[in-house]
């Protein structure tokens, strides 16, 4: 059985890009047109904002959104947009290329006017001449292309670029985590063609995930990102393991703990009961005298580590009462009342 | 389709300061002064050559994003990494002592 992951990646050289790691598969044709994202908006600045301005908008957004210290649900998506934004925006000759495509609805399709990137840059791009589309492009792509963004990637560069690290959750359950699993990854990534040219691509595989998992650990698949260039080295995969709620199981680590509800006879005579463990159903001893939130630990059941060896499952006693009794179980409870020396409350007068 | 097969980034094996320095996209010169304020600890200081828990390699690339996306200087970047270490080590323990609240919160 294999699950999917999804989720976002990011690259600790080349900011975050697009997080779409499950994409629908069925692209339409849609050459020379793409869909418009206002910068200015993402940013909260007018069109006319000078660079100090942008700059101080980008800093306060930054530490709201930025994923390695923001608690927001959306932080990674949100700071890829202002990560984006603001590499147009702070640039001079990448604003001006951007104002040039004017002012369009956010994600209205647009497309560049004619002899758009004539007069900036390197000009690598030539929509509708038959080397190139934008079907594989989003405005990012575009606007890091057309400036040579990519030092040293386009044709006749020499300097080594690393390619991306890719960053992606896979969640997966307790189960798959205690025995091993395999996710299909299914990425749209950038890339450079031979000629230096920006693309999209999709990059589909299976991920081994062995025995080891716990929630958050990070697996890394070496060489698995983006394509270096110029000799640079391929760029990592990360893996994050995110472990799905479990209905009897918590986990901490590698150790499981376990709510064992007993019965108040059980509890006080003591019994062996069958308890599941990932590994299935093992015996436990519950010794005379148990009481409400002991821990009774089965070593070695919990989940297995990376290195060696394993957790422990923690099997936590709850004494459970029935909500309702038959005659002749309440008047066993009443005889049992009426005979018992024991005040579990004995401790309230010595100690108040 | 073929499986690719990943390695844990767990403190059992090492990786060496340039490899480090490599996959996080930090210099040898952040990266010695972040050890140097024990915000990323080598796994011998006293070592001629250092190495680093391969589990250090989280931290080390989120000090790179944390330097590249707010400009940070050394000193600053010292100090975020190791309050953002601190968190995650509080939210280690919260999860701990949830997972051992019976009735318990996911």
Redesign the interface.
């Known amino acids: 059985m294999s699950s999917r992951a999804t989720g976002s990646f990011s690259n600790p050289r080349a900011g975050l890009v697009k997080a779409d790691a499950v994409r629908s598969r069925v692209r339409r044709y849609n050459a020379v047109k793409m869909k418009y994202k206002d910068y200015y908006e993402i940013m909260g600045v007018e069109r006319t904002a000078g660079p100090d301005d942008i700059k101080r908008a980008y800093r306060k957004l930054a530490r709201k959104y930025h994923p390695d210290v923001s608690k927001e649900p959306d932080a990674e998506e949100r700071f890829k947009e202002i990560g984006e934004a603001y590499e147009t925006l702070k640039d001079p000759q990448k604003r001006a290329a951007y104002d040039r495509l004017g002012s369009h609805r956010p994600g209205e399709e647009f497309r560049p006017p004619p002899g758009w990137d004539a007069q900036f840059g390197e000009g690598q791009f030539h929509p509708g001449d038959g080397q190139f589309s934008f079907e594989d492009l989003d405005l990012s792509d575009l606007l890091s292309g057309i400036m040579g963004g990519r030092r040293g990637a386009g044709p006749g560069g020499k300097l080594r670029v690393p390619g991306q690290d890719y960053e992606v959750t896979a969640h997966i359950s307790l189960e798959e985590a205690y025995r091993g699993t395999e996710v299909d990854l299914d990425l749209q990534v950038p890339e450079h063609d031979e000629r230096g040219f920006p693309r999209r691509v999709q990059r589909s595989f299976k991920a081994r995930i062995p025995r080891g998992a716990t929630d958050g650990q990070r697996l890394r698949l070496a060489g698995k990102g983006g394509k270096g260039a110029n000799g640079g080295r391929d760029g990592d995969l990360y893996l994050n393991i995110a472990l799905r709620p479990h209905r009897l199981f918590r986990v901490s680590g590698h150790d499981l703990f376990l709510d064992l509800p007993l019965a108040p006879w059980e509890a006080v005579l003591g019994t062996t009961i069958e308890v599941p463990t990932l590994g299935g159903s093992v015996q436990l001893k519950v010794p005379p005298g148990t009481r409400a939130g002991q821990q009774l630990r089965l070593a070695g059941r919990g989940l297995p580590k990376p290195h060696s060896g394993e957790g422990d499952l923690f099997a936590i006693v709850q004494v459970a009462v029935p909500g309702a009794v038959g005659e002749r179980e309440r008047a066993l409870y009443q005889e049992l009342a009426g005979i018992s020396t024991f005040n579990p409350r004995g401790h309230f007068a010595q100690e108040a | ?10 403190e ?1 094996y090492e990786f060496s300061l340039v490899e480090l320095c ?4 930090l210099s040898e010169e952040e990266l010695r002064g972040l050890a140097d304020c024990g915000a990323i600890a080598p796994a011998d200081p006293g070592a001629r050559d250092w190495t680093f828990g ?1 589990d250090l ?2 931290v080390a ?2 000090a ?3 330097r ?3 400009d940070l200087d050394p000193q600053g970047l010292a100090v ?1 990494v190791a309050l ?1 270490e601190r968190v995650r080590d509080l939210e ?1 323990e919260v ?2 002592l ?3 609240i ?3 919160v ?1």
Do not use: I, N, T, Y
């Open positions: 389709m073929k499986s690719e097969q990943g390695r844990w980034l767990h059992h490599e996959l996080s996209g391969a390699l989280v690339r989120s790179s994003r944390l590249r996306d707010f975020a953002l280690e999860r701990d949830r997972a051992r019976p009735g318990g996911l």
